[in-house]
């Protein structure tokens, strides 16, 4: 149906490590989440430190019983929300993680931080149902009325972006990507048309460069002006910078975010508490 609303929230939107602090409360100091809902269906993007909030959140309102989680990848920033997800530790709850590309079983992989000594309750133990699947490079798969495609990306690890469509609108998620000398042609096949881009713009071009600090050439992250031409390039509706780095104050991020509106208008920062509805304008509530 193409009225189908289908709405994007940010829940954390830093990069490397939770970064709280009044030069970052306006953005916000919390690791990589994203809720995509639907009426009928919820998947959430990455299980970061901003996941503990949506989890309880998701209990308040009594909508906790089935949670599918994509996770871009098992770095640490991307994960470190799964120990403090209160779902996970309600019997009859369902918790489904959806992740590839990680050498070793998804479960085993999610277990590493939750044992002794770095945590007290193993990933085993936990009371609620959790179903570790798979994902195939390129994958297609369909959770409740989201259809979701994949695509591979550029990192020193394996890390997977995701298209989430419904109803004729869709969103992509493409974090803890390094950009090309050109648009990745992957990444451009799958954003092309998208209502909103969330991308990763960690570094400006100067620090990628090594003209403020070390070169970060191999790192693993990108520009918001390599987001600003891949957004371009696919006719995306809104571009939304994500990703950042915790040393970025708000200040910082606000900049940002006006260099890269000089050349792509329909640019914002995302910062925790955005809610997106997608096809339609972007609008602010508290978190």
């Known amino acids: 149906m193409e009225d189908t609303k289908l709405t994007v929230r940010f829940w954390g939107v830093r990069g ?10 306006l953005v916000g100091g919390n690791t990589s989440c994203v809720e995509v809902t639907t009426p009928t269906t919820r998947v959430v993007l990455d299980a970061g430190s901003g996941l503990r909030a949506l989890g309880d959140a ?17 770095h640490r920033d991307h994960v470190m929300g799964i120990p403090f997800f209160a779902p996970l530790y309600m019997p ?73 469509s419904s109803g004729g609108k869709s969103v992509v998620f493409a974090t803890d990507t390094e950009h090309f000398a050109c648009v990745d042609p992957r990444l451009l096949r799958l954003a092309r048309g998208a209502d909103l881009l969330i991308y990763d713009a960690q570094y400006t071009p100067e620090e990628y460069a090594g003209e403020l600090g070390p070169p970060r050439t191999g790192w693993g992250h990108s520009t918001f002006a390599a987001g600003v031409e891949l957004a371009r390039a696919a006719g995306v509706g809104t571009l939304a910078l994500f990703h950042h780095d915790p040393r970025r104050t708000d200040a910082g991020v606000a900049e940002i975010v006006q260099r890269a509106r000089a050349s792509f208008p329909d640019t914002v920062a995302a910062r925790e508490g955005l809610t997106v509805e997608v096809g339609a304008a972007v609008r602010s509530r508290a978190a």
């Open 16 to 25: 490397s490590l939770p970064s709280p602090g009044p030069d970052t409360a």
């Open 58 to 74: 998701l209990v308040a309102r009594g909508e906790h019983r089935d949670t599918t989680l994509l996770l871009s990848h098992e």
């Open 92 to 164: 009859g709850c369902n918790v489904t993680f959806v992740s590839g590309g990680h050498g070793a079983p998804l479960r085993d992989v999610l277990a590493r931080q939750m044992t002794p000594p770095m945590f007290p309750v193993a990933f085993g133990s936990l009371p609620s149902r959790v179903v570790c699947r798979e994902l195939a490079p390129a994958e297609r798969l369909t959770v409740g009325d989201l259809e979701i495609e994949t695509a591979t990306l550029n990192h020193p690890d394996p890390v997977y972006a995701f298209r989430l």
